[in-house]
């Protein structure tokens, strides 16, 4: 019974060691390379903001812009570089005032009108940085599909 409680023991140990799929255990922090190889490799036009926030506008919508002291609702999906999805909403949305968020989040909804679809890829010192928070390691380049619902 002992022994079958030690390899139990180490079973359970080495299932949480990492693999390709984890993000995060092991985590080696991102740079603008993998940015620039993960739109190469997704065959992606985006526009390269001063702080180094990357945008695409997929749809323009016909509302206005808003601000980044507005509240907002949006509907996303956010996943790591490597396709693997860390949070999601639903297609209604979660509405919350962009001075309450990640820095990448209070500038780059900024990009979008009401209505108005795309993609954000954001660098760690734009996200969650060299800490990371929860299930985000440091260093980890965020990508975000949005879609602007409404300022509020």
Same mark, same amino acid.
């Given at each position: 019974?002992?022994?079958?409680?030690?390899?139990?023991?180490?079973?359970?140990?080495?299932?949480?060691?990492?693999?390709?799929?984890?993000?995060?255990?092991?985590? =080696?922090?991102?740079?603008?390379?993998?940015?620039?190889?993960?739109?190469?490799?997704?065959? @992606?036009?985006?526009? *390269?903001?001063?702080?180094?926030?990357?945008?695409?506008?997929?749809?323009v919508?016909?509302?206005?812009?808003?601000?980044?002291?507005?509240?907002?609702?949006?509907?996303? *999906?956010?996943?790591? @570089?490597?396709?693997?999805?860390?949070?999601?909403?639903? =297609?209604?949305?979660?509405?919350?005032?962009?001075?309450?968020?990640?820095a990448?989040?209070? =500038?780059?909804?900024?990009?979008?009108?009401?209505?108005?679809?795309?993609?954000?890829?954001?660098?760690?010192?734009?996200?969650?940085?060299?800490?990371?928070?929860?299930?985000i390691?440091?260093?980890?380049?965020?990508?975000?599909?949005?879609?602007?619902?409404?300022?509020?």
């Amino acid at each position: 019974m002992k022994n079958t409680l030690i390899v139990f023991a180490i079973i359970l140990f080495t299932s949480c060691i990492s693999d390709d799929n984890n993000t995060t255990t092991n985590f =080696e922090p991102q740079t603008d390379e993998d940015i620039q190889a993960y739109i190469t490799a997704n065959n @992606l036009n985006p526009v *390269k903001s001063s702080t180094g926030l990357y945008y695409i506008i997929d749809e323009v919508g016909a509302g206005e812009n808003p601000i980044s002291t507005d509240n907002v609702t949006v509907a996303y *999906k956010g996943y790591f @570089l490597n396709g693997s999805v860390f949070d999601q909403s639903s =297609e209604a949305g979660i509405s919350f005032d962009l001075q309450g968020v990640i820095a990448g989040w209070t =500038e780059g909804i900024t990009y979008f009108k009401e209505g108005g679809s795309g993609t954000l890829i954001i660098p760690s010192n734009l996200g969650y940085g060299a800490g990371g928070r929860g299930s985000i390691p440091g260093g980890a380049v965020l990508v975000f599909d949005i879609n602007l619902i409404s300022i509020n």
